[in-house]
Nanobody, 125 residues
Framework: VQLQASGGGSVQAGGSLRLSCAAP???????MGWFRQAPGKEREFVAG????????LHADSVKGRFTISREYAKNMVLLQMDKLKPEDTAVYYC????????????????????WGQGTLVTVSS
């Protein structure tokens, strides 16, 4: 499964960006997630959405500012990022995981078998 992430860029603190992840038709029943890796840090979970779309989960550090969603007609997973902070600067990755339950969300990156190439988000103060 090949994923394609896009939408990264440079923005000032308080600004917004929307990341997109294009996924093949076959990923409609995959749990999808966004992760990020800042310079010198380990990759961390940002947000996840079940393949049914009924459940979402956001990391505490982005809760209330980021929103994950799916557009099934376009096979896209989106991450709307508002009120960006300098500490949000990182390479953002979308990922897909096979799950057996339509409502499941996966936060462990080891469970994700398919990854996009990453898109860089830079937030300046």
């Amino acid at each position: 499964v090949q994923l394609q992430a896009s939408g990264g860029g440079s923005v000032q603190a308080g600004g917004s960006l929307r990341l997109s992840c294009a996924a093949p038709e076959g990923t409609r029943r995959y749990t999808m997630g966004w992760f990020r890796q800042a310079p010198g840090k380990e990759r961390e979970f940002v947000a996840g959405i079940s393949w049914s779309g009924e459940n979402t989960l956001h990391a505490d550090s982005v809760k209330g500012r980021f929103t994950i969603s799916r557009e099934y007609a376009k096979n896209m997973v989106l991450l709307q990022m508002d009120k960006l902070k300098p500490e949000d600067t990182a390479v953002y990755y979308c990922a897909a995981a096979v799950t057996y339950f339509s409502s499941a969300i996966v936060t462990d990156e080891k469970m994700y078998g398919n990854w996009g190439q990453g898109t860089l988000v830079t937030v300046s103060s």
